[in-house]
């Protein structure tokens, strides 16, 4: 993967106002599309995830190649100052990226204890700043009441349940709910209140061969999808207004966006798009593609190989859909309690 930055050399240079572009490559995704479908889901829930598009890229570099080939990409919206003017109407955004199985950990009182884990990634005054430790010390210290009551007032609840319900619905066990990493925090400027944004969706779809077999990734629970002792979002599934807007994001996405009427013919249309490079890929690369957005599903052993490289199993993305649909309509009508998943690594 790379990351190309358009002022390195030559300042105030852009491509419709951004400046930074990820160009990340598909290794661990024969469908070319997990990353795309899965922000298209994010944002149709009102989560703000980035834009994504695809690059077929070159490289010339003097005295060694010229237009040398190196394939096809995922470019994703980097999620910087740009990323924010354009999402909140102004650069003057904190956006953090962090990295920690115990988010919102009393670890301090000063920024300087939590400088490290929380990774600011633009600028951002004192008092901004303070915002993560409050709700660090709200977190750690406060009874059920008391976090419940001032919950909202840190994060919005709609906009949070919603980055959950993602998150479950896709069955993402590469990030927020199994690894303390790959999503982004911002502090809303106007509302002064933290947000999430969703990131690194490669292996999404129920994708993810370390978490579960492909059945339980299926079925995964969504009243625990946690994999490990998650204390902050199990305090906010204890809240009745989060609990209540999360489960109205997973009931909305099963009417509108997750549905096999909606994302089939998406699936297929960027898979069109992009099958002339995939196909320049590898003829390897191109049947195992072909496969996994395909309709008819692969017969035999879904768990048989290892969790990821060229010999993993073929994982299908429609057959996740279809599937997961059923389950979480009986989970959501109490005909199912889900399948509570481990970590497998």
């Not at 898979?271 to 496969?291: C, H, L, N, Q, T």
């Not at 996740?320 to 959501?332: G, P, T, Y």
């Amino acid at each position: 993967s790379f990351k190309i930055d358009l002022n390195k050399y030559t300042k105030k240079q852009d491509i419709a106002g951004i400046d930074e572009l990820n160009v990340v490559n598909c290794i661990p995704d024969f469908s070319y599309v997990r990353d795309a479908m899965a922000q298209l889901v994010f944002r149709e829930l009102g989560v703000p995830g980035p834009r994504t598009a695809y690059a077929y890229v070159s490289v010339t570099v003097p005295d060694k190649w010229s237009d040398q080939a190196l394939g096809l990409y995922s470019m994703i919206e980097n999620i910087d100052n740009d990323f924010a003017k354009d999402r909140f109407g102004t650069k003057d955004v904190p956006i953090f990226k962090p990295v920690t199985y115990e988010l919102f950990l009393d670890i301090g009182d000063e920024w300087n204890d939590y400088a490290e884990i929380y990774d600011l990634k633009t600028d951002a005054t004192p008092d901004q700043l303070q915002r993560v430790i409050d709700l660090a010390h709200l977190t750690s210290h406060a009874s059920d009441d008391a976090f419940a009551a001032q919950l909202g007032e840190f994060v919005d609840i709609e906009e949070f349940a919603a980055f959950v319900a993602g998150h479950t619905i896709l069955s993402s066990y590469d990030g927020f709910f199994a690894n303390g990493q790959n999503f982004y925090i911002y502090l809303d400027p106007k509302s002064n209140k933290l947000g999430f944004i969703s990131w690194d969706q490669d292996h999404s779809w129920g994708e993810f061969g370390y978490v579960g077999t492909a059945e339980q990734r299926e079925d995964a629970s969504i009243w625990e999808p946690w994999i490990y002792d998650f204390r902050f979002l199990k305090r906010a599934m204890k809240v009745p207004a989060f609990r209540d807007a999360y489960r109205r994001k997973i009931e909305t996405a099963l009417d509108t966006v997750f549905t096999k009427e909606r994302l089939y013919p998406e699936i297929d249309r960027l898979a069109e798009a992009i099958r002339p490079a995939v196909a320049a890929e590898s003829d390897f690369r191109f049947k195992r593609f072909e496969k996994s957005v395909s309709s008819e599903w692969v017969p035999g052993d879904r768990d048989a190989g290892p969790a990821e490289g060229p010999n993993a199993p073929v994982h299908q993305i429609k057959r996740f859909i279809e599937n997961r649909i059923i389950s979480l309509r009986d989970q959501l009508d109490g005909k199912s309690e889900g399948s509570r998943l481990k970590r497998g690594y």
